[in-house]
């Protein structure tokens, strides 16, 4: 099985790197509800469904999405929390970047650098964050969805051509 001895765990002491480059599932590791340090899904394929991580509530450290082909981060619902930064670099998915809806506060930075969706939202529940960085978008046309931020830093808009709406602050 893919998930092996952590099949059962619910808390991870530590980080967790998921990084595989052909189409599955994470459905082994749907008990996991803590992971102490950083999340790094990096370079999943458009095939491969995170759905498994639906009971995930907390992460002790950065949330790191790097170069997947992935078409939803569905499969977030009940992560509530990330104490680190949630960096979103590189992704092919097209589309809307979206499945964070129950997300409630990040302790650092949301980075979103270089990635190919044309939608960026998914935030509703999202209260407090450092700041929101968004960088070298080409294909990136509308941000919205963070109407119940309280509490941002600050925010860093920088070489997005192709924006047509900025909303929902």
């Known amino acids: 099985p893919f998930a ?6 619910k808390i991870i002491e530590g980080n967790l790197i998921l990084k595989i ?14 992971i102490t340090g950083d999340f790094k899904i990096i ?10 991580f639906n009971n995930l509530k907390t992460i002790g450290g950065d949330l790191y999405i790097y170069a997947t082909g992935t078409q939803s981060y569905e499969g977030f619902e009940s992560l509530e929390s990330i104490e680190g930064n949630l960096i979103i670099e590189r ?10 809806e129950n997300l409630q506060s990040i302790g650092g930075d949301i ?12 935030f509703s529940s999202l209260t407090e964050i450092g700041n929101l960085v968004i960088e070298i978008e080409y294909s990136l046309k509308h ?9 941002m830093k600050g925010i860093h ?12 602050f």
């Open 111 to 122: 980075i979103y650098k270089s990635n190919k969706f044309t939608e960026f939202a998914g």
């Open 43 to 52: 370079g999943i394929s458009s095939g491969f469904d995170l759905g498994g």
């Open 4 to 9: 092996g001895p952590y099949k059962n765990c």
């Open 91 to 100: 992704n092919e998915g097209t589309g809307h970047f979206k499945g964070f």
């Open 143 to 151: 941000i919205y969805g963070f109407d119940s931020l309280i509490e």
């Open 21 to 34: 480059h052909e189409d599955g599932n994470t459905n082994d590791l749907s008990n996991i509800e803590h």
């Open 157 to 168: 808009i920088e070489n997005i051509h192709s924006i047509e709406s900025i909303t929902g």
